[in-house]
C-alpha cells in the first residue's frame, strides 16, 4: 500500500532538472546548423506568423478592390465626363472661336476669372453631398454638362452669352468635381484608400490625353460646333454609365442622417480640429507655386537658356511626374503614416523651387527639379482627400474637402498676384520661385504637425453628445 502511494507522490524537482538536463544535452549533440534551429524556433515562428499576416493583409487589399470596382469606376468615370473636362478642351476650342467670331486674346482669357465662382461653389457642393449624398448631387451636372456644351454649339458671336454659360457649369455642374466623387470612394475603401482615390483623380488628366488630339482632329474634319456635339454625345454616355455604377443610397437612412446634422456644429466642430488648420495651412503654403506649373513653366525654363523643344520634353516629362505623383502618393499613403508622406510629398517643391531660383543650373538639375513640383502637383488632391477621411468622420467628408480644395484655389490666386508682382519689379524668376520655396519647406511641416494628433472624430463625438 505504501508503495502505491510511493508511486502517485510527486515528481521530485531534481527530476525536471534531469530532464531539462536530458534535453540540453540532446540539444547540444545535434550538428551546429540544427543547434541554431532550436534555439531559433521562436523568431521563426514569428517569421511565419508575420508573413502569414503580411499575406493576409494583400489579400484583404486587393480583394477591396475586387468588391469596391464598381464605385470607383463610377467616380473615376464621372470625374471623368464632367467639369474637370474644361481643364483639357476650353483651350482646343479657344482658337476656333476667335477664328469664327472675331474676339480678341484678352477678351478670351477673361473666361479663366469666371472659374473663380468654383472657389464658392465647392464647399456648398460638398455640404450637399454630406447631407444628400453623392448621387443626389453628381446628376444635376451629369445632366447639365452636355445640356451647356449642346448650348455653346449654337453660340452666334456673343461673348457675354459665352461667359454666361461658362458660369452657368461652374455654378450647376460643380457636382462632377472631387469633392464630391471621391466621397464613394473614401467610404468603400480602408486599406487600398489612397491608391484609389489615385486611380479616381487620373482619370481626368487620362481621358483629356487621350481625347484632346482626337478632339483636335475632330473639330479640323466637321468643325468646332460638331466637335462640342460630339463632347456632349461623350458626356452624356459616361455620364449614364456614371449613374449605373454609383451604389443605391438607403434614402431614409440618408434623411435621418440629414436630421441630425447642424452646420453651425459641424463647421464649428471643423475649425475646432487642429488637424484642419494643420491642413489648410500646408495646403495653402505648398500650393503657391502651383501658380508657375499652370501656366508660366515653359516661359521660366527658356529663362534659364532651355530651348523651346527642350522645354517642350521638359512639360511632358512635368505631366509624366504628375501621374507618377498620384499613383506613388496613394500607395505610399496605404503603407506608411499620413503626416511622414504628406510631408514628403508636399514638401518636394521645395527643393525644385531652390533649384529654380538659382539662375544657372544645369540641364539634368531643370529636370530634376520639374519632376519634383510635378510629383507633389499630382500627389497633392490624394494627400488632402485621405487625411480628410482620416481624421474627420466620414458624415463630414466632403464638407472639409470641400474647403481644402477651395484653399488650394485661393492659394493658386494668391500665387498669380505674387508672380506678377515679383515679374513687375525683377522681370525674372528667381525671386518667385525663392520666396514660393520658402513657403513650401514651411508648409511641409504643418503635415507634421498631424503625427502629434490622433485620428479622432471630434465633430461626430459632439453630435452624439449633444
Wanted: with cysteine; net charge positive; proline share 5%.
Amino acid at each position: 500500500m505504501l508503495a502505491r502511494v510511493n508511486d502517485c507522490s510527486p515528481v521530485p524537482a531534481h527530476t525536471d532538472k534531469t530532464h531539462n538536463d536530458k534535453q540540453y544535452s540532446i540539444s547540444s549533440s545535434l550538428p551546429a546548423f540544427a543547434q541554431e534551429a532550436v534555439s531559433n524556433r521562436p523568431k521563426i515562428r514569428f517569421r511565419r506568423t508575420w508573413i502569414a499576416a503580411m499575406n493576409g493583409a494583400r489579400k484583404a487589399y486587393w480583394q477591396e478592390f475586387r468588391q469596391g470596382w464598381r464605385p470607383l469606376a463610377a467616380a473615376t468615370i464621372g470625374l471623368s465626363a464632367g467639369l474637370s473636362l474644361n481643364a483639357y478642351v476650353t483651350s482646343i476650342f479657344g482658337p476656333y472661336l476667335i477664328d469664327a467670331f472675331g474676339w480678341s486674346k484678352a477678351a478670351f482669357a477673361l473666361v479663366g476669372s469666371l472659374t473663380l465662382v468654383t472657389l464658392v461653389m465647392i464647399p456648398v457642393a460638398g455640404r450637399l453631398t454630406d447631407l444628400f449624398g453623392v448621387r443626389a448631387v453628381a446628376i444635376t451636372g451629369i445632366i447639365g454638362y452636355p445640356v451647356s456644351l449642346l448650348l455653346l454649339s449654337m453660340l452666334q458671336g456673343d461673348i457675354g452669352v459665352f461667359y454666361l454659360l461658362i458660369l452657368l457649369q461652374a455654378i450647376f455642374c460643380i457636382g462632377t468635381t472631387t469633392a464630391v466623387y471621391s466621397r464613394v470612394v473614401a467610404q468603400e475603401f480602408t486599406a487600398g484608400r489612397g491608391l484609389a482615390l489615385a486611380i479616381c483623380a487620373c482619370g481626368p488628366a487620362l481621358v483629356g490625353a487621350a481625347a484632346s488630339p482626337a478632339l483636335t482632329a475632330f473639330n479640323e474634319a466637321y468643325g468646332w460646333r460638331a466637335g462640342y456635339q460630339a463632347l456632349a454625345i461623350f458626356s452624356t454616355g459616361l455620364g449614364l454609365l456614371t449613374l449605373l455604377l454609383l451604389p443605391q443610397v438607403d434614402r431614409e437612412a440618408m434623411a435621418r442622417q440629414r436630421r441630425s446634422r447642424n452646420a453651425r456644429r459641424d463647421y464649428g466642430g471643423i475649425v475646432r480640429t487642429p488637424a484642419f488648420w494643420a491642413l489648410l495651412a500646408g495646403a495653402f503654403l505648398c500650393s503657391l507655386p502651383h501658380a508657375l506649373a499652370y501656366s508660366q513653366i515653359k516661359l521660366m525654363l527658356q529663362e534659364h537658356g532651355v530651348t523651346p523643344l527642350q522645354a517642350g520634353y521638359m512639360v511632358s516629362v512635368f505631366a509624366g511626374g504628375v501621374l507618377l505623383g498620384r499613383f506613388g502618393t496613394g500607395v505610399a499613403l496605404d503603407r506608411f503614416p499620413t503626416p511622414i508622406v504628406a510631408a514628403l510629398v508636399m514638401g518636394l517643391p521645395a527643393i525644385g523651387m531652390l533649384i529654380l531660383a538659382t539662375g544657372n543650373a544645369p540641364l539634368s538639375l531643370l529636370v530634376l527639379a520639374v519632376v519634383l513640383v510635378g510629383l507633389s502637383f499630382g500627389g497633392e488632391a490624394d494627400v488632402l482627400a485621405y487625411a480628410a477621411a482620416q481624421y474627420f468622420p466620414m458624415e463630414i467628408f466632403s464638407s472639409v474637402t470641400g474647403l481644402l480644395i477651395s484653399s488650394v484655389g485661393v492659394a493658386i490666386g494668391a500665387g498669380s498676384v505674387l508672380l506678377s508682382y515679383t515679374l513687375s519689379i525683377s522681370d525674372n524668376f528667381q525671386l518667385y520661385t525663392s520666396i514660393a520655396g520658402v513657403t513650401v519647406f514651411v508648409g511641409s511641416f504643418c503635415f507634421l504637425f498631424l503625427a502629434r494628433l490622433h485620428p479622432a472624430p471630434i465633430v461626430a463625438a459632439e453630435a452624439a453628445s449633444s
